[in-house]
């Protein structure tokens, strides 16, 4: 099983949809979770922190889930500007190990 | 402007040659590491390092080595011994709890 699982799509929706990705995690102790955008060709960057209690920054919300090991990503409102590949990231280590694992991305594809 | 430089942006090599892709930053991060990217894959870590002068295997270390004797810097070396080098390579680097990592723009390297 992988570390970081992530249904890779592509997502395709019409403009103003609403979609939300999942992402599974293998290791319950992981500490920390982001979902990164990335554009075709380019290096990815971050979207956003992933917190317990759930977060929102607009029209994204991020939400965890530790009992069942996942993440989710639900974007509102979709414009074209947000077709990209989105990547779930966890942080499996205790402490200070730093080492952060991506799941494969899932791609969306947002249809005028 | 503080961030994370890697060169070049593009790199050919030849069967048989070792090349060395530079990754420098200046945000003061303790933690950097290298990733590989395959079209349509996610990204897979190859090399990190937490501190200088000590650094830790990812899950594709065979064929590439890493030196960290700045901490401004962790060059990769691509070897030889590396059959299928041909990908899109990137460093990121992050503060010591792993958390926000910021990536460069990535070297794509091609075998010629």
């Not at chain 1, 069942?68 to 974007?75: D, G, K, N």
């Not at chain 2, 996610?42 to 650094?55: C, K, P, T």
């Amino acid at each position: 099983r992988k570390e970081v699982e992530q249904d890779p799509g592509p997502f395709n929706v019409p403009e103003g949809a609403t979609v939300a990705f999942n992402c599974t995690y293998s290791n319950s102790a992981s500490q920390s979770f982001f979902w990164y955008r990335q554009d075709c060709r380019k290096e990815p960057k971050l979207l956003m922190s992933v917190y317990s209690s759930g977060n929102e920054d607009g029209r994204f919300t991020a939400q965890l889930n530790r009992a069942s090991q996942y993440i989710s990503l639900l974007i509102r409102d979709s414009k074209l500007s947000d077709s990209a590949t989105y990547l779930c990231v966890v942080n499996p280590g205790k402490g200070n190990t730093g080492k952060l694992i991506f799941g494969q991305g899932t791609t969306l594809q947002v249809k005028p | 402007d503080g961030g994370i430089t890697q060169s070049p942006k593009y790199l050919f090599r030849k069967e048989g040659q070792n090349v060395t892709l530079s990754c420098e930053q200046n945000l003061n991060h303790d933690a950097m590491y290298w990733y590989r990217q395959d079209p349509g894959q996610g990204l897979r870590l190859i090399y990190y390092s937490q501190i200088v002068n000590d650094f830790q295997k990812g899950d594709i270390a065979e064929g590439y080595s890493v030196s960290r004797e700045k901490k401004e810097s962790f060059p990769l070396t691509v070897t030889s011994a590396q059959k299928n080098p041909t990908a899109f390579y990137l460093c990121a680097s992050s503060t010591a709890g792993g958390w926000e990592a910021f990536f460069g723009q990535g070297t794509r390297l091609t075998v010629v």
